[in-house]
């Protein structure tokens, strides 16, 4: 993941195993390699963010 939205951007990553399937919750800032906010530039679309789930 850290590869994908960047290490340095990352705020926090929870492992919840306490559920019936285990999952995490990522948080992070979406930073360009430009230094831009960019959601868009990171996630894409609602397809690519389905299959990165």
């Known amino acids: 993941?850290?590869?994908r939205v960047g290490e340095k951007n990352i705020l926090?990553?929870?492992v919840h195993m306490?559920?019936?399937t285990p999952?995490?919750?990522l948080c992070f800032v979406p930073i360009t390699p430009d230094n831009k906010l960019?959601?868009?530039?990171i996630l894409?679309?609602?397809k690519s963010l389905s299959e990165w789930q």
Do not use: C, F, T
């Open 18 to 20: 306490d559920e019936r």
């Open 1 to 3: 993941m850290s590869e």
């Open 12 to 14: 926090s990553a929870v």
């Open 23 to 25: 999952h995490m919750h």
């Open 38 to 41: 960019s959601a868009k530039s």
């Open 44 to 46: 894409g679309n609602q």
